[in-house]
């Protein structure tokens, strides 16, 4: 099992940054691959970013790219999501999640995790 904690949401004016936290407990150590999705209302969840937990690549949405930077510390279990220029359009529930198995590439889909933080909402005002 692992357990995942998502903190630093907020309200934020367009432009504005946040940055993200996910503290992870639990069988850590069985993490592959950990990720940031969201979920604005009346959407689908949709993928963020992802990073690989042991060797550091990442994988970003095009809607993000030069924008947000995912990153970990494993040394403190935690991943983090830095958050720049924000736009109203990424106001949602923004979630973490973790892939215990192995894989051949960066897990995009919300199908390849197996673990869910509970969300933290992000709003942004224009």
């Known amino acids: 099992q692992v357990q995942l904690v998502e903190s630093g949401g907020g309200l934020v004016q367009a432009g504005g940054s946040l940055r993200l936290s996910c503290a992870a407990s639990?069988?850590?150590?069985?993490?592959?691959?950990m990720g940031w999705f969201r979920q604005a209302p009346g959407k689908e969840r949709e993928f963020v970013a992802t990073?690989?937990?042991?060797?550091?690549?990442?994988y970003n949405a095009d809607s993000v790219k030069g924008r947000f930077t995912i990153s970990r510390d494993n040394a403190k279990n935690t991943l983090y999501l830095q958050m720049n220029s924000l736009k109203p359009e990424d106001t949602a529930v923004y979630y973490c999640?973790?892939?215990?198995?192995?894989?051949?590439?960066?897990?995009?889909?919300?199908?390849?995790?197996?673990?869910w933080g509970q969300g933290t909402q992000v709003t942004v005002s224009s």
């Open positions: 999640a973790a892939r215990v198995k192995a894989y051949t590439n960066l897990p995009g889909s919300l199908y390849e995790y197996d673990y």
């Open positions: 990073i690989s937990w042991h060797d550091g690549n990442t």
């Open positions: 639990g069988r850590t150590f069985s993490s592959y691959a």
